[in-house]
C-alpha cells in the first residue's frame, strides 16, 4: 500500500500527459488556441497549417515529461523493493 502512495501522483501525471498528448495530436487545441492570441497568415501553398507548430511542440514537451516522470516513479518502485529486501 505505501508503493501505491509513493508512486500515485507520478502514475496520474503520465495519465494527464498522455491526455494533453491525445489532445495535442487531434490538432484543434493547443494550436488554435494559441492563434486565437497570437494570429498567423496562412501560406496558401502549404497544407500544414501554421499554428501547427504549437500541436507538434506541445506533445514533444508532454512526451519529455511523460518519460521523467516514469523514470522517477521505476526509480520509486525500485528503491521500495530494495528496502524490503
Not at 503520465?14 to 497570437?38: E, H, P, W, Y
Not at 497549417?49 to 512526451?63: E, N, R, S
Amino acid at each position: 500500500m505505501k508503493l501505491v502512495k509513493e508512486i500515485y501522483p507520478f502514475v496520474l501525471g503520465i495519465i494527464v500527459c498522455f491526455f494533453v498528448f491525445q489532445l495535442a495530436n487531434t490538432g484543434r487545441f493547443v494550436g488554435v488556441f494559441i492563434n486565437r492570441f497570437s494570429p498567423c497568415e496562412q501560406n496558401p501553398m502549404n497544407s500544414f497549417p501554421c499554428f501547427g507548430i504549437y500541436d507538434i511542440t506541445a506533445m514533444g514537451i508532454v512526451v519529455i515529461i511523460g518519460i521523467i516522470l516514469i523514470v522517477i516513479s521505476i526509480y520509486k518502485t525500485i528503491k521500495m523493493f530494495r528496502k524490503k529486501l
